[in-house]
C-alpha cells in the first residue's frame, strides 16, 4: 500500500515523501464520491486531510454527533439533513440540531433541511445569527416556520441566492418584504402552496429582488395578474422558469406581460388557469419562440388549435408539452407537421384527455418528433394501442406511450 517501506527497491514511504499541499492535489484530481471515501482509508493521515478537504456531507446526527462531525470536517460547505416523507424517524432534526450548526458549521453555503417538521422559528432564528454566508436554504414542509423565523435568516444571511420554502402554510408578505430589503442576490424562490401571499407582498418583492431567475408560485391561489405583471417587468432579463400551477386568478393580461418583458423565458407551468384564451398564448409563442422549452397548460379551457398550432410551429426548442384536458384541441393543431421543413425538439407529450385527437395527429407528430421519449393519450378515446398498430406507427426506440391508466398517476413533467 502507499506507506509501505520497501528498502530492496529503494523505496520509501510516500507519507515522507508527499507533504499536505501534495496530498490535497492528489485528492482534488478525484472526480467521484467513492475514490474519495478510498483516499480516506489508506492511512489515518489522508482521513483527515479527506475530511478536511470534505465539502458536501448528507447526515442524520444528533447534537452531540454533529459536533464530532463539525471537528472532522472543518472545511465543509453543503449540509443535508433532509428526511423523507415516506421514511422519516422521530425526532429528526430539533431546535438544538440547529444551534449546534450555526455554532459549529459557520462557513456553510448551502443547507438542506426539507420535511424537517420538528424545527420552529427558534432553530431558524439561530441559523440566521450564526451562518452569514449561507446561499441556499431549503426548508420545504416544515410547517411549524413562520415569517419570524425565516425573516431572521433573510436578514442574517444576505448573500443568499436559493429559498425554498414550498409547503410553510403560516408564511405571508412579510417574509416577501424581509427579502426584498435584505436579499438582493436572490434568483430562485419556491413559494408553492403559500396560500396567505398576495399581490401586494410580490410588488414588495421586486422592489429589492431585481435578479430572480426561477420562481414557484404553484397553489398561490391568491395571487393574480398585477403581481405577476410586477414580477414580470422588474425581473425582465432574468426570469427564466415561472410556475403557477392552480393559480386560478391569473388572466390573459399575465401571459401578455410575459410576452412583452420575458423574451428569455424557458419554463412556464399555467396548468388549472381556465381563464387564459388563445391569443395570450399565441402572444408568447411568438415572443418566446428562441427560448421556451418546458410548457404545461393542462385544464385550460379556453386553449384550441389556434394555440397549439402556433407553438408547434415557432417554438422548435420546445421539449416538454402538456396540453392535458384541453378539450377543444383536434388534428388541425397538428397539420403544420410531418414534412422534412418541421423537425422539432419535443421529447415529452401529454395529450390526455384531449377526445377530439385520432390517431392521424400521432402519425403527423412522429414525423416531426424522432427523439420523443413520452407520449401520454389516455382517455383519448380515438388513439388506442389497437388503433395506432392498426396504422403503422412507428415509436422511437425507449419512447414509453401511456394508453391507460388513471389522471392522477406521477407527472413526468415537473
Known sequence: MACTFQPEAGGACINDSLGDDELRAVLSKLDHDKDKELFGLVCKRWLRLQSTERRKLCARAGPHMLKRMAARFTRLRELDLSQSVSRSFYPGVTDSDLSVIAAAFSALRVLNLQNCKGITDKGMTAIGSGIPYLQSLDVSYCRKLTDKGLSSVAKGSRDLRILHVSGCRS?????????????????????????????????????????????????????????????????????????????????????????????????????????????????????????????????????????????LFLCRKLEVLDVGCCEEVTDAAFHGLGNEDCKLSLKILRVSNCPKITVDAISRLLKSCEGLEYLDVRSCPHVTEVRCHEAGLQFPGGCKVNFVGSLAEPDVLR
Not at 200 to 208: H, Q
Not at 260 to 287: F, P, Q, V
Open 171 to 311: 408564511v405571508t408578505d412579510a417574509l416577501l418584504s424581509a427579502l426584498s430589503m435584505n436579499c438582493n442576490n436572490l434568483e430562485e424562490l419556491s413559494l408553492q402552496g403559500c396560500t396567505n401571499l398576495t399581490d401586494s407582498g410580490l410588488t414588495v418583492l421586486v422592489e429589492g429582488c431585481k435578479k430572480l431567475k426561477h420562481l414557484d408560485l404553484n397553489k398561490c391561489s391568491n395571487i393574480g395578474d398585477i403581481g405577476i405583471c410586477t414580477i414580470s417587468e422588474a425581473c425582465s432579463s432574468s426570469l427564466l422558469t415561472l410556475k403557477l400551477l392552480d393559480c386560478y386568478k391569473i388572466g390573459d393580461d399575465s401571459i401578455l406581460s410575459l410576452a412583452k418583458y420575458c423574451k428569455n423565458l424557458e419554463t412556464l407551468i399555467i396548468g388549472g388557469c381556465r381563464d387564459l384564451s388563445d391569443e395570450s398564448i399565441k402572444s408568447l409563442a411568438s415572443a418566446c419562440s428562441s427560448s421556451l422549452k418546458n410548457l404545461r397548460m393542462d385544464w385550460c379551457l379556453n386553449v384550441s388549435d389556434a394555440s397549439l398550432d402556433c407553438i
